[in-house]
């Protein structure tokens, strides 16, 4: 199994959006480059 580890980035921030819908958006505290460095750093092939 491959696992594809995914950033939504909305207006430079890292969201997660409730089934598509940006009125149901979570927006987290972290820098969208520094979210992919982790992914990498954990091991990840593809972003």
Same mark, same amino acid.
């Given at each position: 199994?491959? $696992?594809?580890? %995914?950033?939504?980035?909305? %207006?430079?921030?890292? $969201?997660? !959006? $409730? +089934?598509?819908?940006? %009125?149901? +958006?979570? /927006?987290?505290? /972290?820098?969208?480059?520094?979210?992919?460095? %982790?992914? !990498?750093?954990?091991?990840? +092939?593809? !972003?």
């Amino acid at each position: 199994m491959i $696992v594809y580890p %995914a950033i939504d980035i909305r %207006a430079g921030q890292c $969201v997660r !959006l $409730v +089934e598509g819908d940006f %009125a149901r +958006e979570t /927006v987290y505290d /972290v820098d969208p480059t520094r979210a992919a460095r %982790a992914w !990498l750093d954990a091991g990840a +092939e593809w !972003l």
